[in-house]
């Protein structure tokens, strides 16, 4: 673990926080108990120097007894008394010399009565003992009783006077006894106390003569002016300062304890408080540890279990979860957490790979399965795709409801799921209304046969309750081996063919690279296409319509043929798909109506009364502008908007029923005549027919080719029909191929026929060199 990592190591900062407040409490426990110590020694010391002070006066009151015994002892004496008298001073002096000497005073001196020196022992200089008479005497005088301290060349004397009578006052005996180390060691050894004797003269320098510590404590003691603390010899000392009577000359006498020695005692208890911490620190320091390790390990545990999680591995459960303390609570929510996140998981990959509404595999799990069949796990095996587009499914949302429409697509997958060959074939759902079907193993013959399969199971309603939806749809097919090299581009192949199969109304296509509009090919047949145009490479045909009264009629339905330069006359189907997908569309509509325009303005069609029919796509019917381009057109030439019928598919209206039905109702309040074109291949709806401006009905040629060979197509014609005349519309059957088809459509009294039969689409010149003929054979 590097030091950053054990900086944020939980474990550190619980021992560390405990360690720290432990620490502070035994260190304000240690702070407190030394506080206690040492204020508890200064109170016994003080008491102890309370003592000593009084011990010391009594010493010298005890000295100064004794002095006087002495002294008066002294002054008792007759012979001394009778040499007094003689003033014999040799004797006198001799005695007092010798009296001195065995009492142990240093300074005897006899006083005549008026206080003079007369006499002294000659132990010490007259100068000496005059200054010790100037500093005694006068105190002594005063309280005879008493004794009096004095200073005599730097030495304290304790000084005593008795009087000298014989019997009458001869004078006054003075004696002086040192206080030396004598006394001082006598005080240490009673009290086991330190005391100095401090002298201060009067020029202010001090002297320490006599004292029980070391000389090198000597200079502390001269430089200390009262009582107090004092750090002597790296030792610290309490003083007690007890001033000496002195005269002139202050003296004290010191009296010192050390504070050291009292606390000493109590020196073990303190070290065995330090050792008693150390262990708690180090005992808590472990066991703290300890603790926290059971709490962090279960919570590294825990860590290490969320980093499983957001790697996605959800299989492994949460360790301590048996626990029953807030680990325990802690380990277990995660483990729950665990299961839902799994759970929601697992729904997301569910919802990622399976379309929700319909329950089948989506686009995306298709194009991974699809990516796996045509990849090195397929095998090589062909692969066979079918996109399937359902129509009306607009109209059906919009007419009934997106609730119904959401059971349309359920019943369509479930459709779909009946018509699979094997486990292996998928059906998928692409989105909006669009499905898909993989035929592992197939080609384009097998996916034909699927295509009919399905065709054949839409045949069937969908019933909902009292409502009934007819299913149809327009299929592409691509396969693979082929032009596609990747699932992407399959996929797309099989849209572009069913997108094309929905325009064309084939039910089914395989794909073919001409329907794709972003090829290159496209995109150059698109350039050609416009250049079509402008170089007026197009060319009107007319395809001739008449009645069942054998009459040529006055009708002809435009279609446009384009010549090309290189390629010769270039099939529709080559063409006008591409145009629809590219939405070029809008400009061949435009382009065909000017030129009808412009045919119908020519003065011998004037006078034909022609009727020209032109198809819209649905990309027409959505151009809001239509209606007024027609009519600049019109205005333009002078001809009117009754020559013209407009052609749409439901297809067309279906897609986006409320624009196109806004646009069909402006065209016919223009004057445009307007037919359903391909009736009958599934688009037909009853309300519409209702609800559109209306005026014709064109039968699908399917249904009209059939009529030979299938009494089913021949019902369907008889009923469009006898359903269009109740509805006050004109019929017109396109695809009449034989006589028989166009005697039989007389006889179920339809309006107009068309086919090849009749003629085919026909230049203009060669439509007008027709009808002339047509006319004149009638």
Known sequence: MNLRALRRSLILRLVGISLLLLLIVQAAGFVVVQTFIVRNARAQIERSLDVDERVWRWLLDQNAVRLKEASTLLASDYGFRSAVNSGDADTIQSV?????????????????????????????????????????????????????????????????????????????????FPVNETLVSEMQQLLSVDVAIQIRDAAGAVSVPVSSLPPRAFADLRDFRMGGEREIGGETLLVRAVRLDSGATSARALLLRSLDDVVEPYRQLQILLGVITVVGLVLFALGSAFMARRVTMPLRSLVDATHRLSQGDYGAP??????????GNLARS????????????????????????TGVPNRERFRSALMDAIGPGGGGRPVAVIALDLDRFKHVNGVLGYALGDRLLQAVAERLGMQARSSQDMIARLGGNQFAMMLPGGDATSAREMAQRIIRAFEMPVAFGDQTVDLSAGMGIACWPGTAQDADTLLSHAEIAMYAAKQRLSGALVYEPSMDSSSAGSLSLLTELRRAVDRNELRLFLQPKVTLTGQPGNAAEALVRWQHPERGMVPPLQFIPFAEQTGFVRQLTLWMFEQAVVFLAQPQVRAMSLQISINLSTRDLLDPELSNRFGALLERHGVSASAFCLEITESAIMDEPLRAEAMLNRLSEQGFKLSIDDFGTGYSSLAYLKRLPVDELKIDK?????????????????????????????????????????????????????????????????????????????
Request: proline share 5%.
């Open 334 to 357: 995660f483990d729950r957490m665990r299961l839902d996140i799994a759970g929601q998981q697992d729904q997301i990959r569910r919802l990622a790979d399976i379309d929700r509404l």
């Open 702 to 778: 399917s249904f009209v080719i059939g009529m030979a060979a299938d009494d089913g197509d021949e019902q369907i014609v008889r009923s469009t029909i006898d359903l269009a005349h109740n509805l006050g519309l004109s019929v017109v059957a396109e695809g009449v191929e034989t006589v028989a088809i166009l005697e039989r459509l007389r006889a179920l009294h339809c309006d107009d026929a068309q086919g090849y039969y009749i003629s085919r689409p026909l230049p203009m010149d060669d439509f007008l060199a027709w009808h002339a003929a047509a006319a004149e054979g009638k």
């Open 96 to 176: 007092l010399e010798n009296h001195g000497a065995r009492i142990g005073a240093a300074m005897t001196a006899l006083l005549d009565p008026r206080m003079q020196l007369q006499a002294a022992s000659p132990s010490r200089t007259a100068a000496e003992y005059q200054s010790a008479v100037d500093q005694a005497v006068p105190a002594l005088v005063a309280q005879p009783q008493g004794s009096q301290i004095a200073v005599v060349n730097g030495i304290p004397y304790q000084f005593v006077m008795v009087p000298l009578r014989a019997p009458l006052l001869i004078g006054w005996v003075l004696m002086g």
């Open 318 to 327: 949460i360790e301590h979860t048996t626990r029953h303390d807030e680990i």
